[in-house]
């Protein structure tokens, strides 16, 4: 199972005052079960794994076996918590070159996201790439309201009408929303597509085990029913019922908080396989939009080591000291590669000649860490012992209940995001979204 190790916390947290949050953490676990503290509407992912039924995970593979019957590309239109679990998933088990695989031999089509930003560029050379490819499309929005993955959402379904038609279009379209609420319920009503209901007492960074992350990552050929029983085993592994000391989930809340409380502000995620790229990107906005409120949260960010050693590397060695790293390893790759001797050895590296690529990765994350350490940065570790749809499911569960504990330790409420409406008052208002009449002269002054 998954690891963690805080001992390299040590120089700027005694054990001591971790011990103090012990009590503070077990609280906020109680808290979180009990379902008594603040937004505790949205604790409907707590029992999500071990609550979700045969019968789920059947109906999500049969719809993504129609989807990709004879479809090269699904285009999974979302943004947040609607985009990053799915992404993240699918990027740590592809193919790292899955866009260039041949298709024929392939079993699953290729998975593409939109919705997740305004960028015109970006759907312009979507849409140039669907052009001639047979395509079907999972739209998911739990509010059915979101700008961004609603404009994608009517370029590409203008797309699909005009290609299938309006009858075959419905067939490759599927909606994840909320079961009776927002626009795309209507519209996915009245255009009778197949969808799938968000649960009302689940929120958007906390969905990835729900149809939202589930369908588009069984379109991709992975096995969900895996990905759920990791989550499971994480579930019992850091219930209400287990001691802090065997609770890696309250453990790893507390040390994070423990050495917030010491002035390490930014929590850097790193990750030595560049795999792991977006399961960072899912994990900066979990924790950066659970705890970032009330003037208060530590500031996440990312790294992939050892691309950014040489970039970032520099500030995390050296910079200001207010940052603590927590490294994302993986025991095992997936498949090896050794270095060649070379006669000439014009490149001196014949020392490792007959290693493992991955032996080498190993020891820069070993001389990283101590590096880092010396340098004045804690460093958590966690370990996955590979990366399979069982680790990666106890990973996600293992962020998720770390993160409503902490949240709840840090005295805000880890289940809202009150701050993300704010750009889009001023971006209807400058749209001149009708209701917003009266603000728009205001904020275009400002501009
Ligand atoms: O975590 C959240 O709630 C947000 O990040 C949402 O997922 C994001 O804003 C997308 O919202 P929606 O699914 O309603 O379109």
């Not at 590309?73 to 947040?80: E, L, M, P, Q, R």
Request: a negative charge; proline letters at 3%.
């Amino acid at each position: 199972m998954l690891h963690l190790d805080v001992s390299k916390t040590a120089g700027a947290v005694s054990a001591a005052e971790v011990q103090l949050l012990q009590g503070k953490a077990a609280e906020a676990l109680r808290t979180l079960h009990a379902g008594n503290g603040k937004g505790s509407d949205f604790l409907g992912w707590l029992h999500l794994p071990t609550s979700i039924s045969a019968a789920d995970i059947a109906d999500i593979k049969a719809t993504a076996a129609k989807l990709s019957a004879g479809v090269e590309v699904v285009v999974v239109i979302g943004i947040g918590g609607s985009y990053l679990g799915a992404k993240a998933v699918i990027d740590a088990l592809s193919h790292t070159f899955d866009a260039l695989q041949d298709r024929s031999k392939r079993k699953s089509p290729l998975v593409l996201f939109a919705g997740q930003n305004i960028g015109e560029d970006y759907l312009f050379e979507l849409m140039e790439t669907l052009q001639g490819k047979s395509v079907s499309c999972i739209v998911i929005s739990k509010s059915g309201t979101t700008t961004e993955p609603a404009l994608a959402f009517r370029i590409i379904k203008n797309f699909m009408e005009q290609t299938y038609g309006k009858g075959e279009a419905k067939n490759r379209i599927v909606a994840v929303t909320d079961k009776a609420r927002g626009a795309l319920r209507t519209m996915a009503d009245k255009e009778g597509y197949k969808t799938f209901v968000i649960p009302d007492d689940v929120g958007g960074r906390f969905s990835v085990l729900t149809p939202v992350g589930l369908l588009p990552i069984a379109c991709a050929g992975i096995d969900v029913a895996a990905l759920v029983q990791g989550a499971a085993e994480m579930e019992k592994c850091t219930g209400a019922d287990v001691p802090f000391e065997k609770n890696l989930a309250a453990q790893y809340a507390a040390v994070r908080n423990a050495l917030y409380a010491k002035g390490k502000k930014v929590e850097v995620l790193a990750n030595f396989n560049p795999k792991l790229h977006f399961v960072a990107e899912w994990w900066k906005q979990l924790y950066g939009e659970s705890e970032g409120k009330d003037g208060k949260g530590i500031f996440t960010a990312s790294v992939d080591f050892t691309t950014d050693l040489h970039s970032l590397g520099q500030y995390v060695q050296d910079g200001e000291r207010m940052l603590f790293e927590t490294v994302l390893s993986v025991a095992k790759t997936k498949h090896q590669v050794t270095v060649p001797p070379d006669t000439e050895n014009l490149d001196g590296l014949n020392f490792l000649a007959g290693k493992r690529v991955d032996e080498v990765n190993r020891m820069a994350e070993l001389g990283t860490q101590l590096a880092h350490v010396d340098g004045g940065v804690p460093n958590i570790r966690i370990e996955l012992p590979d990366l399979s749809e069982r680790s990666l499911g106890e990973l996600i569960y293992f962020f998720e209940k770390a993160c409503g504990i902490s949240g709840y330790m840090l005295g805000v409420n880890p289940f809202d995001q009150p701050g993300v409406e704010a750009y889009k008052k001023n971006m209807f208002a400058l749209l001149e979204k009708p209701g917003y009449e009266k603000e728009t002269a205001a904020i275009k002054a400002r501009i």
